[in-house]
């Protein structure tokens, strides 16, 4: 499991859908689908119906990889923050019962608005 109390930040850059991981598809249960996807130069984050599943690829070859599973069922608040005029990136905080903060600095363009209103749905349901 990724250590969140040492390294609670992901920065992150925003990418298609269709660039995630090919093995996150194998992690999806029935009904769940991704709706945001961001990168690392070599770990992933993608933001499902369900939760949040971050690949962290581990060692020099890349063939380890680490997958950790965030439900939203376990997440207590969560907040995000617009980039504004000398900070271009924006932050999403999830707040979880048992690991405490997680921080997702996104770099480019991201549009919060539709983010928020999707996680909204799932976080509060």
Avoid: W
Avoid at 31 to 55: L, M
Avoid at 98 to 118: A, M, P, T
């Amino acid at each position: 499991m990724i250590d969140f109390k040492s390294s609670p930040i992901f920065k992150l850059k925003p990418i298609e859908i269709s660039e995630a991981r090919d093995d996150f598809n194998k992690f999806l249960i029935e009904g769940e689908a991704i709706f945001a996807g961001f990168k690392t130069i070599r770990d992933q984050v993608v933001f499902t119906n369900k939760r949040i599943i971050a690949a962290n690829v581990q060692g020099i070859t890349g063939s380890k990889v680490d997958y950790t599973s965030l439900p939203y069922s376990k997440i207590q608040a969560f907040s995000v923050e617009s980039s504004g005029t000398f900070d271009l990136d924006c932050e999403i905080v999830v707040y979880l019962s048992e690991v405490g903060e997680v921080k997702f600095e996104i770099k480019g363009s991201f549009d919060l608005i539709q983010f928020n209103q999707h996680i909204s749905k799932y976080v509060l349901a």
